[in-house]
């Protein structure tokens, strides 16, 4: 039986490793038979993305950095050239100094906020200004955030301010392409061990923290947020738009928030 993303091409931005929720959204659609095509940020990460690729059936790997409006367009052209059209873009796609995320955000530096809004927010609006052209009807946008863009967590910082940005550029990018039968959601998935999250200071203790005051008592894996990411790439949402799943377990729903040094078990 053909997979619920057969004969779907989409490219994906941001895996950064194998851990990454990208990879784990990119499994996923590969499993279900879309064609990919992948970028990487900074050069050092091609040697990783690659082999991914390959894993994935694709050859189809660009450099883009997200900050770089000509390596976007380039990204862009080029699919364009090899696809002529698009039915779903991932954009996995964040990052602040690490200094910023660790003390307070009373601490924050006018460069470390300026580069984690750029980067991790307006990052969205400027892929979608270039695949948005590309995109088929019926086809998506899809991006990533957290619950600290809706509560403080520990640590999270102005990364937590920068994805409360991300979620409203989902609502307005929504409106915007909606006439065009394009839908725009994210996924704020709990907590998983990636390269990203290893920046955040006490990021093992809200990760225990997660899997005792969960709902379902356990932490988010990687293969969750994938399979949950295919309802909103396939024709499974094409109702839904505008629209942050949760996926963390149920914890976006308890009222608790995680404390750095609390003891669970």
């Given at each position: 039986m053909a997979g619920v993303l057969a004969g779907r091409r989409g490219v994906?931005?941001?895996?950064?490793?194998?851990?990454?929720?990208?990879?784990?959204?990119?499994?996923?659609?590969?499993?279900?038979?879309?064609?990919?095509?992948?970028?990487?940020?900074?050069?050092?990460?091609?040697?990783?993305?690659?082999?991914?690729?390959?894993?994935?059936?694709?050859?189809?790997?660009?450099?883009?950095?997200?900050?770089?409006?000509?390596?976007?367009?380039?990204?862009?052209?080029?699919?364009?050239?090899?696809?002529?059209?698009?039915?779903?873009?991932?954009?996995?796609?964040?990052?602040?100094?690490?200094?910023?995320?660790?003390?307070?955000?009373?601490?924050?530096?006018?460069?470390?906020?300026?580069?984690?809004?750029?980067?991790?927010?307006?990052?969205?609006?400027?892929?979608?200004?270039?695949?948005?052209?590309?995109?088929?009807?019926?086809?998506?946008?899809?991006?990533?955030?957290?619950?600290g863009a809706e509560r403080t967590v520990p640590h999270y910082n102005v990364m937590g301010v920068a994805k409360a940005a991300l979620e409203a550029s989902v609502r307005y990018l929504a409106a915007d392409v909606g006439p065009r039968g394009v839908r725009v959601n994210g996924i704020s998935a709990g907590p998983v061990r990636t390269l990203a999250a290893a920046g955040v200071g006490g990021f093992h203790a809200v990760l225990d923290w997660y899997a005792a005051a969960a709902p379902l008592r356990r932490a988010t894996t990687q293969q969750e947020v994938g399979d949950a990411a295919l309802l909103l790439l396939s024709d499974w949402g094409r109702g839904i738009t505008g629209e942050i799943l949760h996926v963390d377990s149920g914890y976006h729903s308890v009222g608790v928030p995680p404390t750095i040094g609390d003891t669970v078990g």
């Open positions: 994906v931005l941001g895996v950064a490793n194998e851990r990454s929720l990208a990879w784990g959204i990119a499994q996923a659609a590969a499993r279900e038979g879309a064609e990919l095509a992948f970028t990487f940020g900074a050069p050092v990460l091609e040697k990783r993305v690659r082999p991914l690729a390959a894993q994935a059936g694709s050859q189809l790997v660009f450099p883009c950095d997200v900050q770089d409006d000509v390596q976007i367009d380039d990204v862009f052209a080029a699919i364009q050239e090899e696809w002529g059209g698009l039915d779903f873009v991932v954009h996995a796609v964040a990052f602040a100094d690490r200094e910023e995320l660790r003390g307070e955000f009373l601490e924050t530096s006018r460069e470390g906020f300026r580069l984690a809004m750029e980067v991790s927010a307006y990052s969205l609006v400027a892929v979608a200004r270039r695949a948005v052209p590309l995109i088929k009807e019926g086809g998506s946008l899809l991006t990533l955030s957290y619950l």
